[in-house]
């Protein structure tokens, strides 16, 4: 929701990347740096809420696979402290 309020209220901010990283071709695996990815396609479209909706996402399922990450390797010193 906080995302969403900060991008609504101030689209270009959001583009220049100042409430978090946009997601970039390597992160959905493809080595070249101009590979077209399904956030592209959003973004063609213009569709603000559609891409404000993908990027949380994504955050989200990074968040996730970090904590599980720490899960599995036994780091639950740190999982903890993140989940307070």
Do not use: C
Not at 35 to 52: C, Q, R
């Amino acid at each position: 929701a906080e995302l969403f309020s900060q991008a609504t209220a101030a689209p270009a901010r959001f583009w220049r990347g100042e409430f978090g990283p946009l997601p970039v071709p390597a992160d959905f695996g493809h080595g070249e740096q101009d590979a077209y990815t399904y956030f592209d396609h959003l973004v063609a479209e213009g569709d603000l809420e559609k891409v404000i909706a993908f990027v949380n996402r994504f955050r989200l399922g990074k968040r996730i696979e970090t904590l599980q990450s720490m899960r599995a390797t036994g780091n639950l010193g740190e999982f903890v402290a993140i989940a307070e």
